[in-house]
């Protein structure tokens, strides 16, 4: 079913992680991104949807390419641009929501055309992950942090090309130079 939730409690503990979003079939984008992964020495890559470009077409396998080399490194969610044929293309699984833990947080993932921060699931984390926007943003909502990595290869309203990263002590919105747009201390 599309909305089902797969809860994905990790048992070791991540102390930093990168969170990018809306790739939207973008190889040259997606590069970039995986550089700063590299220089953040991020442990795991959450990916929030939108792998594949608007059309179905060649640049998403050279997408699923490059991150099939480091699967066991991501966690990914579908996006509303993701047919079904991009469940055969990628050795991770993916599911329109889950839920994992970092650092001791309760941390939900979703795309965003489903579920949002005025939306929320009912069974939602402590940290609220979405995409779909191509806005980044970091907020507190409540007792809730509502987070958007922002699109990699296809930024909205002026924002840039951006990520996130998580980690023990806050979260930071970059963008694709490593530049702190945002810090929001957890």
Request: charged share 25%; glycine share 8%.
């Amino acid at each position: 079913m599309l909305y089902l939730n797969q809860l994905d409690i990790f048992k070791e503990k991540f102390m930093k992680v990168m969170v990018i979003s809306d790739i939207h079939g973008n190889i040259v984008y997606l590069n970039r991104a995986l550089e700063r992964y590299k220089e953040e020495d991020a442990e795991k890559l959450l990916i929030l949807g939108d792998f594949g470009g608007y059309v179905h077409s060649s640049s998403d396998y050279e997408v699923a390419e490059e991150l099939n080399n480091m699967a066991g490194a991501i966690i990914a969610v579908k996006g509303n641009c993701d047919s079904e044929y991009i469940d055969d293309i990628f050795n991770f699984s993916l599911t329109y929501m889950r839920t994992i833990e970092i650092n001791n947080k309760k941390v939900t993932l979703t795309h965003g055309h489903i579920y949002g921060p005025y939306n929320l699931p009912s069974d939602c984390g402590d940290i609220f992950l979405f995409g779909h926007t191509h806005r980044g943003m970091i907020e507190k909502l409540g007792e809730k942090i509502i987070a958007n990595p922002g699109s990699i290869s296809k930024p909205r309203g002026g924002t840039k090309h951006s990520y996130l990263i998580i980690d023990e002590e806050q979260i930071q919105l970059k963008d694709l130079q490593g530049e702190i747009i945002k810090t929001l201390k957890i």
